[in-house]
């Protein structure tokens, strides 16, 4: 049977609202946000992590829309024009006129995709821990491990050009989550520790690393492998809120004690009042 209903056309919805493919160029996204009132707050990481995709060509065209209201209000859309004129990009967005005003209540209402899911969507196993070791790799690599929590957001497009930059990241997630059977510590966490491990060292140093941390076959007294253990148990038996960042502290430290060949008695990662990750230190060669 054929459906003979006809078809709205995009151009002529009711209220006599209408939908257009504008290129938004940095001058015009200024004018549209003199119309802005009585919006969300702004987050400036937010505008931040978008201007940085304008910049680097990762963003992409998607279906949200920049809605103006039958006044003329801006009613969606400020980070991504803000994200514009902070770019200095020219972007093409589908655009909504005449949005009539009962729609605001829906606008940005859904639920959000996040990186896991376009990287299942993408064919990726393991997703979960892969964007999660993921978002600790790149925060560490470029420093902002030490700031603020609130800067810590990677887009979705950041977090795929990174592991299609650095692929032997799906390796590291395997060692994670085999590891994580035998150590009290996440699979995020141990894969970011062997990624960043490896890339100072090699991918094999990295493994055997892991792999006596896992096992401890042959450990004396005394060990890195054993005291770092001994503390990531330590950490979970007293149920200590440690975010992911000084997990990956106590690995990093561990690693370089056992890298020096240096004996260790305990793992500190506040020094002077301060937070701290030290830098991966290559493996001493052996005597």
């Known amino acids: 049977m054929t459906n003979t209903e006809p078809i709205m056309n995009v151009t002529t919805l009711p209220l006599e609202s209408s939908i257009s493919y504008v290129r938004v160029t940095p001058e015009t996204a200024e004018r549209w946000l003199n119309s802005n ?5 702004i987050h400036e ?18 279906a949200d829309m920049i809605c103006f209201g039958t006044d003329g209000t801006l009613l969606n859309g400020q ?6 004129v902070h770019s200095g990009c020219t972007v093409t967005f589908v655009v909504q006129r005449n949005t009539p005003s009962d729609a605001m209540p829906n606008i940005d209402s859904g639920i959000p995709r996040w990186s896991r899911d376009i990287l299942r969507w993408n064919g990726e196993e393991n997703v979960s ?6 978002k600790l790799a790149m925060i560490y690599t470029d420093g902002r491990i030490y700031k603020s929590g609130s800067t810590w957001g990677t887009s979705n497009g950041a977090i795929i050009a990174f592991i299609e930059a650095n692929p032997e990241l799906r390796r590291s997630v395997a060692v994670g ?13 141990l894969a970011a520790a062997h990624w960043i491990i490896a890339s100072v ?12 941390l896992a096992h401890k076959g042959g450990e004396a007294e005394g060990s890195a492998v054993l005291i770092l253990d001994r ?12 975010s992911h ?4 502290a106590l690995l990093i430290k561990g690693w370089n004690y056992y890298a020096t060949q240096t004996s260790a008695v305990k793992l500190n990662i506040v020094q002077r009042g301060q937070f701290s990750i030290p830098d991966v230190v290559r493996l001493k060669a052996l005597d």
């Open 201 to 212: 060292n090699n991918t094999e140093t990295a493994d055997h690393f892991f792999h006596q």
């Open 37 to 41: 009132q009585n919006n969300r707050r």
């Open 129 to 134: 821990t892969l964007s999660s070791a993921t």
């Open 177 to 189: 989550q085999n590891v994580r059977r035998y150590v009290d510590c996440s699979a995020a966490v």
């Open 231 to 242: 503390r990531l148990r330590k950490v979970k038996a007293m149920q200590g809120r440690y």
């Open 245 to 248: 960042r000084e997990y990956l």
């Open 45 to 62: 990481a937010k505008i931040k992590q978008y201007a940085e995709d304008m910049r680097q060509g990762r963003w992409t065209h998607g």
């Open 79 to 84: 980070h991504r024009l803000q994200a514009v």
